[in-house]
């Protein structure tokens, strides 16, 4: 019997309503069929940019502010249990039998399908699910474009200046293969069931895929945001210091998708 859904999400996200849009309706585009939200924001605005989404079945919204003020609220720190660790974890072990992959991915994060292809499943069906428990997808940051104050265009047309070599990477995980990621305390990888096997594809050549961070945006945008990991500096040093070799290369690829 096959699968509810072959490629997932899991998001934890908060003030992030401007983005949610163009994020979700570019990833249905390229090939996402559902999205497993974590609303650490608790908005009106929030809910309503996702009610046309939610109700299409595209994607299922966990409130996720029960959370707020107590120990497992505040900075992402190594090896701590918080709010967002739980809510990728939720998805694992809520959902591990509905899809084939699941993403750990946030809301400033596009999965980008390299060799001029248009979608992300001509390379994902090519990976063998029998075998393969999980995929580390590299990632590369894009700067701010020299911009200061926030564009008015989408994000995937203001911001084409990044890094020159991959910086990171993220799990795709295989349904298959995962634990319930109770204490995988990172927003970076999966647990898996030590007694599956399976192997983990790592080889950038081999992969297909990438991830386009769009981590500073403009320096209005980096004041604005909630400094959730220990790893965003705060303060006009702090966006320098990130910025900072992050438009180094030209790299105008997204502009197929508009």
Not at 18 to 35: A, Q, R, S, T
Not at 157 to 167: H, P, V
Not at 194 to 206: A, R
Request: a neutral charge; proline letters at 3%.
């Amino acid at each position: 019997m096959g699968k509810k859904h072959f490629l997932t999400f899991a998001t934890n996200f908060k003030n992030e309503n401007p983005y949610l849009k163009e994020w979700i309706d570019y990833h249905v585009k390229v090939g996402v069929d559902h999205f497993y939200l974590y609303d650490q924001d608790g908005s009106e605005e929030s809910k309503e940019i996702l009610k046309p989404y939610e109700e299409s079945g595209v994607v299922t919204r966990h409130p996720w502010t029960h959370l707020d003020g107590t120990k497992y609220d505040g900075a992402t720190k190594w090896y701590q249990r918080n709010k967002n660790h739980m809510g990728f974890a939720h998805a694992a072990k809520t959902y591990r039998n509905e899809f084939q992959w699941l993403m750990k991915i946030d809301v400033d994060e596009f999965l980008y399908p390299l060799e001029d292809k248009l979608s992300l499943l001509d390379w994902l069906k090519t990976v063998d699910a029998k075998k393969i428990k999980g995929v580390k997808v590299p990632r590369i940051n894009f700067g701010n474009n020299g911009h200061d104050t926030a564009p008015k265009d989408p994000i995937l047309k203001a911001y084409t200046k990044r890094e020159e070599d991959y910086s990171d990477h993220k799990d795709l995980g295989n349904g298959d293969f995962l634990s319930s990621n109770r204490f995988a305390y990172s927003a970076h990888w999966w647990h898996y069931k030590w007694y599956k096997g399976g192997s983990m594809l790592k080889e950038h050549s081999d992969i297909g895929w990438r991830i386009n961070h769009y981590y500073t945006k403009s320096l209005e945008e980096y004041m604005g945001r909630q400094n959730v990991s220990g790893g965003r500096p705060e303060g006009r040093a702090g966006f320098d210091e990130k910025n900072s070799g992050c438009n180094e290369i030209v790299d105008e690829g997204m502009l197929k998708f508009l």
